[in-house]
DNA sequence: AATTAGCACTCACCTTGGCAGAGTGCTAAC
DNA sequence: GTTAGCACTCTGCCAAGGTGAGTGCTAATT
């Protein structure tokens, strides 16, 4: 069977009719609604047609049809008209968002927020992955007998302090002496590079400060190691807007989606993947089968021309695909700019 | 009309049934399930004169009774047997909140989880009101160019980095200086204390310096304003356990309450309150309306003696008063203990 | 050959009525 | 003062029937 034009225009007909009402669309309401120029009746034979090619299903015999996630690709890929962000929305972000970034964690969340309140969906938020961030800064303050608070710096901006058990014999005096030499030396080196880096030539010719220097390596490691799941590295906005969806109507549901809401790592891994740019996800193509009835749109925000994090909105599978995209990809460019800028200043 | 011993054995076996089976009680149930040694009519006579009275009350006409909120009252302040924790949660919270107190952040947060999973009801903690905290180290970073990262440390312990702006004719080091100064002379002077305390002394003292000293006490005072709702300072815990409750199967219902477990502020007023010690607050006695079917028991902890900050459980008024009870008295107990133990440290 | 009108059929949803179960209140007996 | 018995009430559940939206098929129309 072929995908003939009038096909296209029922299933755009049918996705856009859905993703407005939730209710599945039957011939009439389209022969309604749309000014297709044929009768009801034609169009139930190529919904029919559409049906056997798999871009629709019946949620049951004699009701409208709904889209399937083929279909939805399909309209993603080919039928949907790319919208441009209202202007009043661009503005809203341009005003909140400049506003509010005295620290990059700061913006992260808001920008969260704002995508979760113009598209009524769930927003996510990726700090960058601590191990591929470039370290700048160290420094270690006095805290209590035998600890130490060590103050991370990183190339993005982003400040971080920890505290770190540091011996009796150790002085904080001493830790700062070290941090000055990676200072002066080292700043901007991933993290995860430390050790087969510079550190190694300081490591040698300080020989006698051996042990500091490996306990400041392997607090470092600790810090930025990946099993710091606890960490909020993902900023998380608008989950109660899932409510407001029909298909969450069911409290198991709501049960199921919120318990994961609170599993960072399972959040990671719906935005997080290897391919650049904007990526969209349809229900049974995402990975976790939770989200089978869920969308995300995903993209990466990049800093100086390297990549740092993403962002994504999740949504039910029946979203309003064309405001969500054009929303992210406003907020990828703008968070861009965003953090690009912050850098120079 | 009197509150005989057989009315308050009547009594605490319908808030128990209730508070188990969260299904109206009816007499014959009472009988079946209680030794009480009178037939359900005794007890149906009984069950008319605690309605009149307004311990207990009838969702609709032939149906069993449930507490009131004055019953639940009765219950907490006269009928119920505190109980101790077992054992095994003993344990539980020795073992695992000891091994997670590297900050005090991460003790509130985990103290939180703990109460939530051992009652299965949601948990709230508050930090310190940070007027109310002292002061103990300050230390100036450089960060970027008019920038510095302004690191404090409260007599708690814990640790929180800031980025101000310094402006371009100030250096890092010139605040450091001052901030040195602070160390050496000041160390536990009251935040909302400082401008009327010893800064005073070395405001004159060295006038030259005064825009610098100006601008610190200014950044002090806005970072430890009351105004900062953002920070994370209370931590909620168990906020899905709710769900599990049946009388949250209502979709409204558990919009409205997520909506408020959003907002800082309405939770603070929840658990903070002016008297000491343990507090049990019953449906209607909130302040919230929203609130109205919720009980919240809170207590405040504290620190060497000072009031540091509150912990509270919230659930349905049908909640097991005794057992709240008894992980908030420990819980409280606990905190206090390792919160002073860690001081000395 | 494509389109349309007409018709029978299906299914979800709503309303209604009947029935069982749990509970109460009252009265009379113990 | 306590209990047994009885009439009454209300909820929850289930089945039956009606309605409306929708489909699929066939025959007529263009």
Redesign the pocket.
């Known amino acids: 069977m072929k995908m003939d034009e009038?096909k296209q225009k029922i299933l755009k007909a049918i996705v856009q009719d859905y993703i407005a009402t939730a209710?599945?669309?039957?011939?009439?309401?389209i022969s309604r609604k749309f000014d297709l120029?044929?009768?009801?009746?034609?169009i139930?034979?190529e919904?029919?047609d559409l049906?056997e090619m798999g871009f629709i299903e019946?949620?049951?015999?004699?009701?409208?049809?709904i889209p399937s996630d083929i279909g939805y690709r399909y309209y993603v890929d080919y039928l949907m008209a790319p919208i441009a962000l209202q202007k009043v929305d661009k503005n809203r972000i341009k005003d909140q968002i400049s506003s509010k970034i005295s620290e990059v964690e700061e913006a992260l969340e808001y920008t969260g927020k704002l995508i979760s309140q113009i598209t009524n969906l769930t927003s996510l938020v990726l700090c960058p992955r601590t191990k591929e961030s470039v370290l700048q800064k160290l420094y270690f303050l006095p805290y209590q007998q035998g600890k130490a608070i060590m103050v991370t710096i990183k190339e993005n901006g982003s400040v971080e302090n920890n505290i770190v058990d540091i011996g009796e014999d150790t002085t904080t005096e001493e830790l700062q002496v070290l941090a000055n030499i990676f200072n002066e030396n080292m700043g901007g080196t991933r993290v995860r590079d430390l050790k087969s880096g510079l550190l190694r030539e300081i490591y040698n010719e300080l020989s006698r400060k051996r042990k500091v220097i490996d306990f400041v390596l392997s607090s470092l490691e600790s810090t930025f190691s990946d099993n710091r799941e606890e960490s909020p590295e993902i900023y998380l906005g608008g989950t109660l807007n899932m409510l407001n969806q029909p298909e969450f109507h069911d409290l198991d549901k709501v049960k199921t989606l919120f318990s994961i809401f609170e599993e960072n790592s399972k959040l990671k891994e719906l935005i997080h993947h290897d391919k650049e740019g904007r990526i969209v996800t349809i229900g049974s193509e995402n990975s976790n089968k939770v989200f089978k009835d869920c969308s995300v749109i995903s993209a990466t925000y990049h800093v100086n021309g390297k990549e740092i994090g993403s962002i994504g909105v999740l949504g039910p599978t029946r979203m309003d695909y064309s405001k969500a995209i054009a929303i992210v990809d406003y907020m990828t460019f703008s968070l861009t700019e965003l953090l690009t800028n912050r850098q120079k200043k």
Chains 1, 2 share one sequence.
């Open positions: 009038r209710e599945p669309v039957g011939s009439r309401t120029g044929v009768s009801p009746a034609t139930r034979n919904m029919s049906e019946q949620p049951h015999t004699s009701s409208g049809r």
